[in-house]
């Protein structure tokens, strides 16, 4: 059974320093990853995808992938208040279907 | 371009009866997805459509619980004789093709409470 597994939290760090977000799996086969964010009570929203072995920035956000060690991380610089939130890994090993770990909550200090 | 579409946004329903829940995915998307998050849970995948083809319902309780994406209009997931248990937040999602690099896009979700 593929499993996605991350730490539940809570995560706090404060406002300008870098939120480290991490996630490790148990499968080796076809594996694209994505991170969402998920404020309570809305839906979860994309914030990062990565498929290849590295690192991959947008803006703040960096994700890094590493497929021999089975994980994959989520960096988040200059954090803000705004970036409160629980964050989501998921992961598709080839089946179509996302699987999910069970969320990290961060909450960003002023 | 209007997202993925979903409705009711809360349901309530008591003990034994039917709740029907719709998504309308984006446009150009011919794929659709369930999954249902329990409180303080991950989402958990239930069922994966193309337009009249249930292609994988592995995360599907085996009974009460049902779904279509009929040739015309949403897909629906629909729980037969609810219990208490059903109460979660179902979310759809939709992707325009069947590729394990495509992201997902999620609806903003049915609350169901189950009285």
């Keep these: ?110 | 371009n209007a997202g993925v579409m979903q409705n009711p946004r809360h349901l309530v329903r008591r003990r034994g009866q039917e709740a029907r829940l719709r998504c309308s995915p984006m446009k150009g998307h011919s794929h659709v997805y369930w999954y249902r998050q329990l409180p303080e849970e991950g989402l958990k995948f239930m069922v994966y459509l193309q337009k009249e083809n249930i292609i994988d319902e592995s995360g599907m309780p085996k009974e009460r619980f049902s779904a279509e994406f009929p040739k015309e209009g949403p897909s629906i997931l629909r729980i037969q004789q609810v219990v208490r248990g059903d109460s979660a937040a179902y979310f759809c999602a939709s992707s325009p093709r069947r590729q394990s690099e495509e992201t997902q896009y999620f609806g903003p979700g049915t609350r169901l409470l189950v009285l």
């Design chain 1, 1 to 110: 059974q593929k499993e996605v597994e991350q730490n539940s939290g809570p995560l706090s760090v404060p406002e300008g320093a870098i939120a480290s977000l991490n996630c490790t799996y148990s499968d080796r086969g076809s594996q694209s990853f994505f991170w969402y964010r998920q404020y309570s009570g809305k839906s979860p929203e994309l914030i990062m995808s990565i498929y290849s072995n590295g690192d991959k920035e947008d803006g703040r956000f960096t994700a890094q992938l590493n497929k021999a060690s089975q994980y994959v991380s989520l960096l988040i610089r200059d954090s803000q208040p705004s970036d409160s939130a629980t964050y989501l890994c998921a992961g598709n090993f080839g089946n179509e279907k996302l699987t999910f770990g069970t969320g990290t909550r961060l909450t960003i200090i002023p």
